[in-house]
């Protein structure tokens, strides 16, 4: 009966709220970039300091490859709260897309029995999107004798050509920070952009 409830409130909740989502560039191994995950991840690691670079290029046979890259760096200080920088970076496609971000997050991780910690954590940033209209081509550029001509000017005015807003996420996050174990299980869960998508 509990199970039910939860499943009934849930749906009601996210029903009435109409949530609004964008798609954020990602990695297919997202654990190797934790802080774009979840920002109760920063810091959830065994060492003081971590830094974090990557790189993925895809679709190069089929168009202008898309090409992500991230870097961040997370520390702990000798109190329970635990802080990092994430930048991350994506262009894509022959438009000239860029998506650009950075956060700095900040968890607190002093719940904690055992070895298992829950940390809370929060992120805030800025989110810059842009493309080039001058590196489009339009219908109306198009002739059926002689193809493209760059020289034709389109109807098509595009007047907003980037846009930039400030960003926030919350994040929730359990680890067993046991070395010595096994098995050391982990569940996250967060909610990113908070503001207008």
Known sequence: ?????????????????????QVDPHFSQFYSFPLSMNPGMTGAMEEDLRFTAVHRSQWGSMMVPYSTQGVSVEWKSRSDWQFGICFLNQEAGTGGYR???????????????????????????????????????????????????????????????????????????????????????????????LGRP
Do not use: E
């Open 99 to 193: 998506y650009l971000n950075g956060y700095a997050s900040i968890a607190y991780r002093g719940v904690r029995w055992g070895t298992n910690q829950l940390v809370v954590g929060l992120s805030a940033g800025q989110i810059s999107r842009r493309f080039d209209p001058l590196k489009f081509q339009f219908g109306d550029q198009w002739s059926p004798i002689t193809g493209y001509d760059p020289n034709v000017q389109t109807g098509d005015q595009l007047v907003r050509t980037s846009a930039s807003t400030f960003d926030v996420g919350v994040g929730l996050f359990y680890w067993d920070g046991a070395a010595d174990k096994k098995v050391r299980p982990f569940a996250g869960a967060s909610l990113r952009h």
């Open 1 to 21: 009966m509990r199970v039910r409830s939860f499943v009934l409130i849930s749906f009601h909740l996210f029903w009435f709220l109409r949530a609004q989502s």
